[in-house]
Nanobody, 117 residues
Framework: QVQLVESGGGLVQPGGSLRLSCAAS????????MRWYRQAPGKERELVAA????????NYADSVKGRFTISRDNAKNTVHLQMNSLKPEDTAVYYC??????????WGQGTQVTVSS
C-alpha cells in the first residue's frame, strides 16, 4: 500500500521557518522524483519545488527561490522542504508528490502551513 505522509506544518509568524517532511512507503522511493505542491484557498495547486530521484538536481518556483530548500534521503524514504523567511502569501496546504515519468503519481494528504502574525 502506497503512502505519503506529510508532517511539520503549522502556524508561524512572518519571517519564521518551518521544515516539512514527507515519509514514503509502498513503492520504490529512489526511482521517483519528488515534488512539493501547494494550494491556497481559491487558487490552483502550484508546483513549489522538485528534486530528481537521485537528489542531483532541484527546481523551485520563482516565488520561493532563495527561501525554500528541497532535499531527500533515499535511505530513509523521506523528502523535506525547508522553508525560511516565510511570508503570508506562503499560506497554503502543502502536498508531497512522488512523480515517475511512466508510472502513476502518488500524493500525500497535505499539511497546512499558515503564516500570520
Amino acid at each position: 500500500q502506497v503512502q505519503l505522509v506529510e508532517s511539520g506544518g503549522g502556524l508561524v509568524q512572518p519571517g519564521g521557518s518551518l521544515r516539512l517532511s514527507c515519509a514514503a512507503s509502498g513503492f520504490t522511493f529512489s526511482t521517483y522524483a519528488m515534488r512539493w505542491y501547494r494550494q491556497a484557498p481559491g487558487k490552483e495547486r502550484e508546483l513549489v519545488a522538485a528534486i530528481t530521484s537521485t537528489g542531483g538536481s532541484t527546481n523551485y518556483a520563482d516565488s520561493v527561490k532563495g527561501r525554500f530548500t528541497i532535499s531527500r534521503d533515499n535511505a530513509k524514504n523521506t523528502v523535506h522542504l525547508q522553508m525560511n523567511s516565510l511570508k503570508p502569501e506562503d499560506t497554503a496546504v502543502y502536498y508531497c508528490c512522488a512523480h515517475h515519468p511512466i508510472r502513476q503519481d502518488y500524493w500525500g494528504q497535505g499539511t497546512q502551513v499558515t503564516v500570520s502574525s
